[in-house]
């Protein structure tokens, strides 16, 4: 007899239900039924044996941390290609590429390169609706004007993204790690149907950023709303008001204007206000000194919204802080 779950005709039209996030260490040795992905943050992370669904994120926590698990309903599957590994399961897609620029000339071309893989991986999947992607590269803002290195990542990445980013950006992070710098990590989540992307008011979109800010804007939206509508995936977030970084280093007031912008967020999403206990939250922090006190304005705003520190650098120099999430519904 067949379970009771696989008798319940599912509607064609009917989206399926987002993977679940949460911060939580697996049992050892092993990833729990359901995981599509999981993730360790830094160099101390312990490996749950060799699965291609586990990535060991470049960026260190700021406080010991748990590894980030997506979890799906339905049998996962999972591969590896060259520098590319997948999984897939209950029409979800995780692909993630991790190579060195040494092998590609530099950061541009490193970005063309993993962008191609997972284009090409992408485009011949059942899941072909890019909904949210992560980047992180090593020495972010070394280089001066055009030349910084996450402006050479744009350009790349742009070179690189397919058709299946041409349908509309993905909600997105940029983030600087301080591991080999010549690392470039890219992971992303699909699934088989579009999500809705949500912009700011508050924020002009980033692909229309003006020449100012580097010879190819950024190419990602604020946030998906995910096709089953019950999750907000949220970009990275940042003290960013119409396209000017604001309160250059001032933290309490880029914290404050962050909020503001998740707030909209969550406005224009059409999600409840504010973040609740099933609203997993990251905080990219450039100086570690300064963890105490995101720490304690999440504590204030958010007292109960799972959040993890971790030591990254903003793609602009006067930027201090930058968060990003899930908001269920
Ligand atoms: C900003 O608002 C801050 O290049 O993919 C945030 C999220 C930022 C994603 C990206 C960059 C990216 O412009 C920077």
């Keep these: 007899m067949r379970p009771a779950s696989d008798m319940r005709e599912r509607s064609p039209l009917a989206a399926r239900p987002s993977p679940r996030v949460t911060y939580r260490e697996p049992p050892t040795g092993s990833l729990p039924p359901g995981t599509l992905a999981a993730f360790g943050f830094g160099a101390q992370a312990v ?162 950023y003006p020449r100012q800010y580097g010879r190819t804007p950024p190419s990602f939206a604020r946030a998906t709303l995910l096709p089953a509508e019950d999750v907000l995936a949220i970009s990275g977030t940042a003290a960013v008001v119409g396209h000017a970084s604001a309160h250059a280093g001032d933290l309490g007031a880029q914290l404050a204007e962050t909020r503001r912008n998740l707030d909209a967020l969550l406005a224009q999403g059409g999600l409840p206000e504010g973040f609740d206990g099933n609203a997993p939250l990251k905080a990219y922090v450039r100086h570690p000194d300064d963890a105490a006190a995101v720490r304690a304005f999440a504590n204030a705003h958010w007292p109960d919204a799972p959040l993890v520190l971790l030591h990254g650098d903003i793609c602009r120099e006067e930027l201090l802080v930058e968060i990003d999430g899930w908001r269920y519904r």
């Design 47 to 208: 490996s749950p044996g060799d699965d291609p669904r586990w990535l060991r994120v470049a960026l260190e926590p700021l406080a010991a941390t748990p590894p980030e698990l997506w979890t799906v309903e339905g049998e996962v599957s999972c591969g590896r290609e060259g520098d590319l590994r997948w999984s897939r399961g209950g029409g979800w897609l995780y692909v993630a590429v991790e190579c060195h620029e040494d092998r590609h000339g530099g950061p541009e071309e490193a970005a063309t390169y993993a962008y191609k893989l997972l284009s090409a991986f992408v485009a011949q999947a059942p899941e072909q609706h890019v909904q949210r992607i992560w980047n992180y590269l090593g020495a972010i803002n070394t280089g001066a004007g055009d030349d910084e290195r996450y402006k050479q990542f744009c350009t790349g990445r742009i070179e690189g993204m397919g058709d299946v980013f041409a349908q509309g950006f993905p909600a997105a992070s940029a983030i600087g790690h301080h591991a080999d710098p010549g690392l470039l990590q890219v992971y992303l989540l699909a699934t088989d149907r579009a999500g809705t992307r949500v912009e700011n008011p508050r924020q002009v979109s980033a692909w229309q």
